[in-house]
C-alpha cells in the first residue's frame, strides 16, 4: 500500500500548487470522460444550442459506482453522461439500448434537494424533466432520425458522407447507437461568467460534499489510520488515459480465485479497508502525474515524481532532452560536432552538470522520490511491474550517474548531434531494430529501468546486440547506422566500466588491445578509400563499409580482403599532388597501428567484440576533425 500512500501524499502537497501552465489536480469524486456533445441552457433549464465536440476529455462528477461502471446495468453520473441516460425522449426516438432516464433523474434529484445543491444542477434537472432532449439535439442537426412521419434515431448512415457523430462514435457489428454520444453542458446563469460545468470549482466542491456524505461504509482505512474513514467499495479506472478501463486494485467480486476461501465479504474490507478520499486523491494525482511527465508506450506507462511536488529531471530522457528540459537554450546540437580528442564532450558534460545542479538547488536531498511502472495484465486490470522509493539526493546521483557512465558521441540526425547518454527508447531500437514489436519495445525499457535507478550493469545480451547491428553498416540506412554507433559505444563503454574497465571517448593511441587496434584499422583504410572517392566523384561504399560485419566476425582474414581493395584507392592517390601527401601521412599511420600489435594478436581470426567499434569511432573522429598528426584539412566523404 506504499503507492497509495505515497501517491495521497503527492496530492495534499500538489492540489491549489500546480505549475502554471499544467492542467489541475482533478477534485475527488470526479473522473474523466470524452465527451461527444455539449449542450447550453440557461437557469430556468431553457433550451439555447447545442454542438459536436471531437471527443474532448471532460472532468465530470461521478459516483464511487459509475466511476468505474460495467456490465447490463451501468449506473449514472449525477450531471454529465450519455443521451440514452439523460434524455426521457431517448426510447420514443427508437433507441437500440436499455433507457437509463429515471435512474439519472433520481441521482441528479438527490443532489438537488440536499444542503448540497448548485444552481447549475438545479437547472440541468429543469432541463431533462422537459423530456425533449433528443428533440432539441435533432432540431440542432447535431442527432439524426431517417426519413418518414415515425423517424428513428439511425444507426447507419445511408450516405457516403456521414455527419461528424457518426465518425465520432464507435461501431459495434456494423452500427453506430447516437445514444452513447456523451453530453456536458454549459449553465448560463447571470452574473456567472463560468458557464461550463466541468471547470466550475463551486459545482465540484458541492458535488464531492454531497458524495462524501452518503457514504455508508465506515472502518479502518489501511493508509492513513483513521479508524471511522468511509471506505471505498470499489476504485477508480481511467488511470492511464480517458478510455483506459483497467484498474489497479480490484477486490469486489466474490467468484473464481479472488479470495480462495479466506475472507467472507464481498467487498474486500476484510482484506485490506482504503478510505474512499484516499484511493480518489491517490488515483487523481497518478492521473495527473502521468498526463504531464510519464514515458508512455502503448498500455505501458513509467512515472517518476517527488512527493512534495518539486521538479526532477525525468529519467527516461536521453541527456540532450534532460539538458534542454532544464531551460538550457544553447545551441547542444552544435556540441557534438566539437572533435572529441580535445573536447572530448566537456562543453555538453559541462551543461549537464549544471542542469543537475538546477535540480539539487530545487531538491532537498531527504525528499521522498517515487518511480513507478505500470502496465495492463488483463484488459480489466493493470500491475505495478516496477517500484521504487528513493531520497532525493540518492535518485539525482543515480541519474547523473547513469548519463555519465553512459556517455559517448551520439548522432541522432542532422540537428540531434550531442554527447551524452541515450534515451532507453532509442537503445532498444538499436538493439533489435526501428520496427520491433510493442512487446520487444516494453520488456527492453523495462530492463533498463534497474540500470538507471538502480545502478545495475546493462544487460550483456543488449550489449552484444547492439554491437552487431551497427556492424551490420551495409544493412541500414546511413543515419540509422550512425545512430546505433554511437549507442552501441556508449552501451560498450558503459558496461566495461562497471567491469572495471576504462575507456576515453577520445582516441586511445597507447590502448593495444587487439579488438581496438582492428577498429582503428578499418577506420583508417574507410579514410582512404573515401577520400579518393571523392577526388574521383565518385558516390558508393567503401569496401570497409561493405566488409565491416564480416570484418568484425573475421578481421584478419577481410583485412586482407580489404588491404587488396585499396590498392586502387592508393593508385589514384598517388598520382595527384593533392592526395600524395593524405596518402603518405595514412600509411605511416597503417605501420603505427601494425607495430602495436602484441605477439599473434593480429593474425587472429577470432571475432571481435564492441570494443572495436570504439577504436574505429575514435579514430574516424580524429582523422575528420584533424586531431591525428597523420590528418590534413582534407575531410574525405564516407556515406
Given at each position: 500500500?506504499?503507492?497509495?500512500?505515497?501517491?495521497?501524499?503527492?496530492?495534499?502537497?500538489?492540489?491549489?500548487?500546480e505549475?502554471p501552465?499544467?492542467?489541475p489536480?482533478m477534485?475527488i469524486?470526479h473522473t474523466?470522460?470524452?465527451a461527444?456533445?455539449e449542450?447550453?441552457?440557461?437557469?430556468?433549464?431553457n433550451?439555447?444550442?447545442?454542438k459536436?465536440?471531437?471527443?474532448?476529455e471532460?472532468?465530470?462528477?461521478?459516483?464511487e459506482?459509475?466511476?468505474?461502471?460495467v456490465g447490463?446495468?451501468?449506473?449514472?453520473h449525477?450531471?454529465?453522461?450519455?443521451?440514452?441516460?439523460?434524455?426521457?425522449?431517448?426510447?420514443?426516438?427508437?433507441g437500440?439500448?436499455?433507457?437509463?432516464?429515471k435512474?439519472?433523474?433520481?441521482?441528479?434529484?438527490?443532489?438537488?434537494?440536499?444542503?448540497?445543491v448548485?444552481?447549475?444542477?438545479e437547472?440541468?434537472?429543469?432541463?431533462?424533466?422537459k423530456g425533449?432532449?433528443?428533440?432539441?439535439?435533432?432540431m440542432?442537426?447535431v442527432l439524426?432520425?431517417?426519413?418518414?412521419?415515425?423517424?428513428?434515431?439511425?444507426?447507419?448512415?445511408?450516405?457516403?458522407d456521414?455527419?461528424?457523430?457518426?465518425?465520432?462514435?464507435?461501431?459495434?457489428?456494423g452500427?453506430?447507437?447516437?445514444?452513447?454520444?456523451?453530453?456536458?453542458w454549459?449553465?448560463?446563469l447571470?452574473?456567472?461568467p463560468n458557464?461550463?460545468?466541468?471547470?466550475?470549482?463551486?459545482?465540484?466542491?458541492a458535488?464531492s460534499?454531497f458524495?462524501?456524505?452518503?457514504?455508508?461504509v465506515?472502518g479502518v482505512?489501511?493508509?492513513?489510520?483513521?479508524?471511522?474513514?468511509?471506505?471505498?467499495?470499489s476504485?477508480?479506472k481511467?488511470?492511464r488515459?480517458?478510455?483506459?478501463?483497467?484498474?489497479?486494485v480490484?477486490?469486489?467480486?466474490?467468484?473464481?480465485?479472488?479470495?480462495?476461501?479466506?475472507f467472507?465479504?464481498?467487498?474486500g474490507?476484510?482484506?485490506?479497508?482504503?478510505?474512499y478520499e484516499?484511493?480518489?486523491?491517490?488515483h487523481?494525482?497518478?492521473?495527473?502525474?502521468?498526463a504531464r511527465?510519464?514515458?508512455?508506450?502503448?498500455?505501458?506507462?513509467i512515472?517518476?515524481?517527488?512527493?512534495?511536488g518539486?521538479?526532477i529531471?525525468?529519467p527516461?530522457k536521453?541527456?540532450?532532452a534532460?539538458?534542454?528540459?532544464?531551460?538550457?537554450?544553447?545551441?547542444i546540437?552544435a556540441?557534438?560536432?566539437?572533435?572529441?580528442?580535445?573536447?572530448?564532450?566537456?562543453?555538453?558534460?559541462?551543461?549537464?552538470?549544471?542542469a543537475m545542479?538546477g535540480?539539487?538547488?530545487?531538491?532537498?536531498?531527504?525528499d521522498?522520490i517515487?518511480v513507478?511502472?505500470l502496465?495492463?495484465?488483463?484488459?480489466?486490470?493493470?500491475?505495478i511491474?516496477?517500484?521504487?522509493?528513493?531520497?532525493?539526493?540518492?535518485?539525482?546521483?543515480?541519474?547523473?550517474?547513469?548519463h555519465e557512465?553512459y556517455?559517448?558521441?551520439?548522432?541522432?540526425?542532422?540537428n540531434t548531434?550531442?554527447?551524452?547518454?541515450?534515451?532507453?527508447?532509442?537503445?532498444?531500437?538499436?538493439?533489435?531494430?526501428?520496427?520491433?514489436?510493442?512487446?520487444?519495445?516494453?520488456?527492453?525499457?523495462?530492463?533498463?529501468?534497474?540500470?538507471?535507478?538502480?545502478?545495475?550493469a546493462?544487460?550483456?545480451?543488449?550489449?552484444?546486440?547492439?554491437?552487431?547491428?551497427?556492424s551490420?553498416?551495409?544493412?541500414l540506412?546511413?543515419?540509422?547506422?550512425?545512430?546505433?554507433l554511437?549507442?552501441?559505444?556508449?552501451?560498450?563503454?558503459?558496461?566495461?566500466k562497471s567491469?572495471?574497465?576504462?575507456?576515453?571517448?577520445a582516441l586511445?593511441?597507447?590502448?593495444?588491445?587487439?579488438?581496438?587496434?582492428?577498429?582503428?584499422l578499418?577506420?583508417?583504410?574507410d579514410?582512404?578509400?573515401?577520400?579518393?572517392l571523392?577526388?574521383?566523384?565518385?558516390?558508393?561504399?567503401?569496401?570497409?563499409?561493405?566488409?565491416?560485419?564480416?570484418?568484425a566476425d573475421?578481421p584478419f582474414?577481410?583485412?586482407r580482403?580489404?588491404?587488396?581493395?585499396l590498392t586502387?584507392s592508393?593508385?589514384?592517390?598517388?598520382?595527384?599532388?593533392?592526395?600524395?601527401?593524405f596518402?603518405?601521412?595514412?600509411?605511416?599511420?597503417?605501420?603505427?597501428?601494425?607495430d602495436?600489435?602484441?605477439s599473434?594478436?593480429?593474425?587472429?581470426?577470432?571475432?571481435l567484440?564492441?570494443?572495436?567499434?570504439l577504436?574505429y569511432?575514435c579514430q574516424?573522429?580524429?582523422?575528420?576533425?584533424?586531431?591525428?598528426p597523420?590528418a590534413?584539412?582534407d575531410?574525405?566523404?564516407?556515406?
Amino acid at each position: 500500500m506504499a503507492w497509495i500512500e505515497k501517491l495521497h501524499a503527492t496530492y495534499e502537497a500538489c492540489k491549489g500548487r500546480e505549475p502554471p501552465g499544467t492542467a489541475p489536480l482533478m477534485p475527488i469524486s470526479h473522473t474523466p470522460q470524452q465527451a461527444h456533445i455539449e449542450i447550453a441552457i440557461d437557469g430556468q433549464g431553457n433550451f439555447k444550442s447545442a454542438k459536436i465536440l471531437q471527443k474532448e476529455e471532460t472532468v465530470i462528477p461521478a459516483t464511487e459506482e459509475s466511476a468505474g461502471r460495467v456490465g447490463t446495468k451501468p449506473p449514472p453520473h449525477p450531471l454529465c453522461d450519455k443521451v440514452q441516460y439523460c434524455a426521457s425522449d431517448y426510447q420514443h426516438f427508437g433507441g437500440i439500448k436499455p433507457p437509463f432516464f429515471k435512474e439519472y433523474q433520481a441521482l441528479l434529484s438527490s443532489w438537488c434537494n440536499s444542503k448540497f445543491v448548485h444552481p447549475k444542477a438545479e437547472a440541468v434537472l429543469s432541463y431533462v424533466r422537459k423530456g425533449h432532449v433528443v428533440a432539441d439535439l435533432v432540431m440542432e442537426k447535431v442527432l439524426h432520425l431517417g426519413t418518414g412521419p415515425a423517424g428513428k434515431l439511425l444507426t447507419t448512415w445511408p450516405g457516403e458522407d456521414p455527419p461528424e457523430i457518426f465518425r465520432l462514435l464507435t461501431a459495434k457489428d456494423g452500427k453506430r447507437d447516437q445514444g452513447d454520444a456523451f453530453i456536458r453542458w454549459q449553465v448560463w446563469l447571470p452574473d456567472d461568467p463560468n458557464t461550463a460545468v466541468w471547470t466550475d470549482r463551486s459545482l465540484q466542491d458541492a458535488w464531492s460534499g454531497f458524495d462524501a456524505a452518503s457514504k455508508a461504509v465506515k472502518g479502518v482505512c489501511m493508509v492513513t489510520g483513521d479508524n471511522e474513514a468511509s471506505l471505498a467499495l470499489s476504485h477508480p479506472k481511467r488511470v492511464r488515459h480517458a478510455g483506459d478501463g483497467a484498474k489497479l486494485v480490484s477486490a469486489n467480486d466474490d467468484q473464481g480465485y479472488t479470495f480462495r476461501g479466506r475472507f467472507t465479504d464481498k467487498e474486500g474490507q476484510q482484506a485490506c479497508g482504503v478510505g474512499y478520499e484516499v484511493t480518489q486523491k491517490a488515483h487523481n494525482a497518478l492521473r495527473w502525474l502521468i498526463a504531464r511527465q510519464a514515458y508512455k508506450s502503448g498500455d505501458q506507462v513509467i512515472v517518476a515524481w517527488a512527493v512534495a511536488g518539486k521538479p526532477i529531471p525525468d529519467p527516461w530522457k536521453d541527456t540532450l532532452a534532460l539538458i534542454l528540459g532544464s531551460g538550457e537554450t544553447a545551441n547542444i546540437a552544435a556540441q557534438g560536432e566539437t572533435e572529441l580528442s580535445g573536447d572530448v564532450g566537456q562543453s555538453c558534460a559541462l551543461r549537464f552538470k549544471q542542469a543537475m545542479k538546477g535540480y539539487r538547488a530545487k531538491l532537498d536531498p531527504s525528499d521522498d522520490i517515487v518511480v513507478m511502472g505500470l502496465d495492463s495484465a488483463t484488459p480489466g486490470r493493470m500491475a505495478i511491474t516496477f517500484y521504487r522509493e528513493l531520497k532525493g539526493s540518492e535518485f539525482l546521483d543515480r541519474v547523473e550517474c547513469w548519463h555519465e557512465q553512459y556517455a559517448w558521441a551520439q548522432n541522432f540526425g542532422k540537428n540531434t548531434k550531442f554527447v551524452g547518454a541515450p534515451a532507453p527508447r532509442d537503445i532498444a531500437e538499436a538493439a533489435y531494430g526501428m520496427r520491433l514489436d510493442d512487446k520487444l519495445r516494453k520488456a527492453t525499457v523495462e530492463r533498463l529501468l534497474p540500470c538507471i535507478i538502480d545502478g545495475q550493469a546493462v544487460p550483456i545480451d543488449l550489449v552484444l546486440s547492439t554491437g552487431r547491428r551497427a556492424s551490420n553498416r551495409i544493412g541500414l540506412d546511413h543515419w540509422e547506422w550512425e545512430k546505433c554507433l554511437g549507442i552501441a559505444c556508449a552501451l560498450f563503454r558503459g558496461y566495461s566500466k562497471s567491469q572495471g574497465k576504462e575507456y576515453q571517448m577520445a582516441l586511445e593511441e597507447d590502448r593495444t588491445t587487439r579488438d581496438y587496434l582492428y577498429g582503428r584499422l578499418l577506420a583508417v583504410a574507410d579514410n582512404i578509400e573515401g577520400y579518393a572517392l571523392r577526388l574521383a566523384d565518385e558516390e558508393r561504399d567503401t569496401t570497409a563499409a561493405r566488409l565491416m560485419q564480416r570484418f568484425a566476425d573475421r578481421p584478419f582474414s577481410t583485412w586482407r580482403s580489404i588491404e587488396l581493395a585499396l590498392t586502387p584507392s592508393k593508385s589514384r592517390l598517388g598520382a595527384s599532388a593533392k592526395g600524395a601527401g593524405f596518402l603518405w601521412k595514412r600509411k605511416e599511420l597503417l605501420d603505427k597501428i601494425h607495430d602495436q600489435f602484441q605477439s599473434d594478436d593480429f593474425i587472429s581470426d577470432l571475432a571481435l567484440s564492441a570494443e572495436f567499434l570504439l577504436g574505429y569511432h575514435c579514430q574516424r573522429a580524429a582523422l575528420l576533425r584533424g586531431a591525428d598528426p597523420a590528418a590534413n584539412d582534407d575531410q574525405p566523404i564516407t556515406k
